[in-house]
């Protein structure tokens, strides 16, 4: 009786190129051996899909057609077992699989008669050759791409701002380009600067002509890449590393890292992204005195307009006219603003905080400056041990690169400590000037700017009970202000008064440092009276 069988061609772009698999070869094989042995060809697939696996487009239909017609096909002839499968496991199931529908796998070129059970030692060879020949190529191109990183230089796809390019040599290598190259370097200027939130730096990126995803930008501006530097991941003993590339940075190490910790910051302290508008601004902010949720805003009809409200949802029936907290927070705003007769004295008093506060960055600033000097003499003993022969090449190289990354991460810690003594003057005085400022800002200024500047005034969010604001927390500067203005106000009859709204609602205890008030009412300034 003759037999029938389904031809199995499969061909890859590697093997037409350097070992002649074409299709038309493999088939002019089959035929004629399925001519010579009185075999009937039922079907002819042909492939164009990795072996490392069955899950290929092509053979999944012939294995349902075999389904479908089970007993009527008795073999599936290819020329070598590699044409077959190049995973040993996956090689086993699928012939255990095929045996079940009644079909006998076979390659012509090498013949093996499965029921001999000493036979499938010469199938696992053949399996396997292929397979550890895949395995070998594969770590022979992860060892040449690792030694180029070693060396310097990119391998792979470059990030937004760089192209690869060849040398007039032959070499390849990264090249900036414009305009992506300035329009990264400004987006990481802006956040080191920590004024915006990523996503509106990338929305303003894309405006300004950069064209990659948002994930892209994400992997974009935490690449050490742009710093001039190559990330190598450890493998097995050996540690990973910051090479430096041969590619030209477009931005410091300076501002490369002064960008990672404000992206560390953000993930410790995110703020979810609220949309606003203008009858809201405080939407993002108020917190439910009931639930303690964020509340959202909206505006419902009534007789004759729209009415706008602060509320909260699932369920929480917890709302209030937004008009109200908002005239509120503005009142509140005013006892923060500097009396303008008081400008030097303000002066005084936060420069005195500044250098109280930054009193250990001159220590911080020279135990850096320490430990750069150590690990350079340390860099410089391992080089004289390499001279005298002492330690392996191998050895120094990845002592040196090591030292050389601490150093660097230092370098770039060091350059953050910016003397800032002689610019203070000008900044207190703008700083001040704007203080001034601060209601009409509230008033008459843009929405991006209200939230702003309620935002570096209350740092936590805000809960609206009873038309006031419940106790919360104030930043430094904005605290010392108040002090002041309570302490030097004056009541009708010409005595200081520091029982204001304000001091109704925070409690002294909340202020770092407490400040011990006598029974004059006045606190001890030890500057001088302004008024």
Not at 344 to 351: F, Q
């Amino acid at each position: 009786m003759m037999k029938i069988t389904d031809l199995y061609i499969r061909v890859s772009t590697d093997d037409q190129a350097d070992n002649g698999y074409s299709q038309r070869n493999q088939e002019e094989v089959l035929r004629k051996y399925c001519k010579i042995n009185n075999i009937q060809i039922r079907e002819v697939v042909y492939e164009d899909h990795s072996a490392k696996s069955f899950n290929r487009p092509e053979w999944k239909k012939l294995i349902t057609l075999l389904k479908r017609y089970k007993n009527k096909t008795d073999l599936i002839l290819f020329t070598k077992w590699d044409r077959f499968s190049r995973n040993t496991g996956d090689a086993y199931q699928m012939i255990s699989q095929l045996r079940k529908l009644g079909v006998e796998p076979q390659a012509i070129e090498q013949p093996l008669d499965l029921s001999v059970p000493e036979n499938k030692l010469m199938l696992a060879f053949y399996l396997a050759a292929p397979e550890v020949e895949n395995d070998r190529r594969a770590l022979n191109v992860f060892v040449g791409m690792r030694r180029a990183k070693k060396e310097g230089r990119y391998m792979g796809t470059p990030p937004a701002g760089y192209k690869n390019r060849t040398s007039e040599e032959g070499i390849k290598y990264i090249k900036k380009v414009e305009p992506e190259a300035s329009i990264m370097k400004w987006a990481f200027e802006e956040i080191a600067q920590e004024k915006y939130n990523t996503l509106q730096i990338f929305k303003t990126a894309q405006k300004k002509g950069l064209k990659i995803s948002k994930s892209s930008f994400w992997r974009a501006i935490v690449n050490p890449l742009y710093c001039g530097k190559i990330f190598i991941p450890k493998y097995k003993e050996e540690p990973s590393a910051l090479i430096k590339g041969l590619h030209e940075p477009i931005i410091t190490e300076e501002l490369y890292y002064k960008v990672q910790e404000a992206l560390d910051a953000r993930r410790k302290n995110y703020r979810p992204k609220i949309e606003v508008i203008d009858d809201f601004p405080l939407r993002g902010f108020l917190m439910c005195p009931k639930c303690e949720k964020l509340l959202t805003a909206s505006k419902s009809k009534g007789r004759n307009k729209y009415y706008a409200y602060y509320h909260c949802t699932d369920g929480c029936s917890h709302r209030v006219r937004a008009e109200i907290p908002n005239e509120e927070m503005g009142y509140k705003l005013q006892q923060f603003i500097p009396k303008e007769n008081c400008k030097e004295l303000y002066k005084i008093i936060i420069t005195e905080e500044f250098y109280r506060q930054t009193g250990n960055s001159a220590n911080e600033k020279k135990k850096i400056h320490e430990s750069i000097k150590d690990y350079q003499k340390r860099l410089s003993y391992t080089r004289d041990l390499l001279a005298t022969q002492q330690i392996d090449a191998s050895d120094y190289k990845n002592i040196k690169s090591d030292y050389e990354e601490v150093i660097s991460k230092l370098e770039g810690k060091l350059s953050e400590f910016i003397n800032t003594s002689n610019d203070l003057e000008s900044l207190l005085n703008e700083g001040i000037d704007r203080l001034l400022q601060l209601n009409y800002s509230y008033e008459k200024g843009d929405l991006k700017g209200i939230r702003d500047l309620i935002g570096s005034i209350f740092p936590e969010n805000l809960t609206f009970e009873e038309n006031s604001f419940r106790t919360t927390r104030i930043n430094d500067v904005a605290k010392f202000i108040y002090l002041i203005n309570s302490e030097l106000g004056e009541n009708k009859n010409g005595k200081k008064n520091i029982k204001n709204s304000f001091s109704r609602e925070v409690d002294p205890q909340g202020f770092e440092p407490r400040q011990t008030v006598p029974k004059t009412g006045v606190l001890p300034l030890h500057h001088g009276s302004c008024f």
